[in-house]
């Protein structure tokens, strides 16, 4: 069964910094694409960044150069380095393994405020 299990939501104000773990279980991790998308109340699930196999990386615009995802297949692990927050990228963040099947974790909330 596979499990995709995120941690590391947290209320944090703007310009603070975060950093979301996803512990994955039941794949063969390190074959996967690893991503973190988001979706904030009204909108869209949108792309935050993935990760390939090889390590290459895809980042959505809003979070270019402040986002960094990283992964360590020996811990089945992938993490995302949130820094400069600001109050619109509140959202709930998911984490997702995508290879021939999509996997979806439950998501973690994240607020940015004041």
């Known amino acids: 069964q596979v499990q995709l299990v995120e941690s590391g939501g947290d209320l944090v104000q703007p310009g603070g910094s975060l950093t979301l773990s996803c512990a994955a279980s039941?794949?063969?991790?390190?074959?996967?694409?690893m991503g973190w998308y988001r979706q904030a109340p009204g909108k869209q699930r949108e792309l935050v960044a993935t990760?390939?196999?090889?390590?290459?990386?895809n980042y959505g615009d809003s979070v270019k150069g402040r986002f960094t995802i990283s992964r360590d297949n020996a811990k089945n692990a992938v993490y995302l380095q949130m820094n400069s927050l600001k109050p619109e990228d509140t959202a709930v963040y998911y984490c997702?393994?995508?290879?021939?099947?999509?996997?979806w974790g439950q998501g973690t909330q994240v607020t940015v405020s004041s």
């Open positions: 039941g794949i063969m991790f390190s074959v996967y694409v």
């Open positions: 997702n393994a995508r290879n021939y099947f999509s996997h």
């Open positions: 990760i390939n196999s090889d390590g290459s990386t």
